[in-house]
């Protein structure tokens, strides 16, 4: 997904320069005027977008959740270090919050990828000719529970069958708790023929939507299909999508609903 937006911002005319994070970019885009940094050298990072003269920046694109003890700060990153112990939690909304603070407070200001990439989010309602109809109760608690977890900071995805929670997501991920789920007795679990409850993916209530939304992608559909689920949900204009008809495509093939659902009132402002 970076590098598409990377992609689209070329095509559009438009300068970029990019700060890849060590061990956690794809090479691909050595293809760009880039850098290349460690993951805690936020001073460094904000040096080289001053420098090649950047004034805009959209942070995107997944990493392994750190061990802080075990990183290297230089002194950006010992001042996020110190704000984020300083707070009662350290989940990934409120890390996430304190270094966009860093970049903004290095007059850097903070764009969403689809102000780039403007087909990033998922279209509203049903996607796929699968009805979700008969799954309404399980949608209704799994949006429930995601917000309550999301509220929290713990994750924003959760899966639930027959009104029972199957599984939240921590911080190893929407993929794991996937696979989580797809390991439970087969008692808990639909059928290739019969398929049983939902994913939800949504955004944290309180989370800023410049940075963190959903994403979804092939390898999600899959790990669905995998633990015999009936759909997934997503929030329309709030979930980002690697290649969104290539998803809906996969989910119409392998049987799954994909429903996008409206954001809740006063959602983005």
Known sequence: MPLQVA????????D??????????????EA????????????????????????????????????????????????FLEQALAGPQTGDDT?????LAYFQSRGLSILP????????????????????????????????IAQTIGAYDIGQSVVVAKRLVLGIEGPEGTDALLQRVG?????????????????????????????????LGQRTVELAVQAHLAGIVYEAGGALFDDFDAVVALAEAQGLFLLGIAPPDGAGE
Not at 17 to 24: P, Q, S
Not at 95 to 99: F, G, N
Not at 184 to 196: I, N, Q, S, Y
Request: aromatic letters at 4%; one cysteine or more.
């Open 7 to 14: 992609a689209a911002q070329v095509a559009s005319g438009g």
């Open 16 to 29: 970029i320069f990019i700060v890849g994070l060590e061990k956690e970019a794809d090479a691909g885009i």
């Open 32 to 79: 760009y005027p880039h850098v290349w940094s460690p993951l805690g050298h936020l001073k460094a990072a904000a040096d080289h977008l001053r420098q090649a003269g950047c004034s805009q920046m959209v942070i995107l694109g997944g990493i392994q959740r750190p061990k802080l003890d075990a990183m290297d700060f230089d002194e950006g990153g010992q001042w």
């Open 95 to 99: 890390m996430l919050k304190i270094i």
């Open 113 to 144: 990828a689809e102000a780039v990439v403007s087909d990033l989010t998922g279209r509203a309602g049903p996607q796929t000719s699968h009805a979700h109809m008969g799954f309404e109760e399980d949608i209704a608690l799994a949006r429930e």
């Open 183 to 215: 390991d439970l007795a087969p008692a808990f679990l639909g059928t290739p023929a019969a398929k049983m409850g939902v994913l939800a993916k949504l955004p944290k209530p309180q989370q800023d939507r410049r940075i963190d939304l959903p994403t």
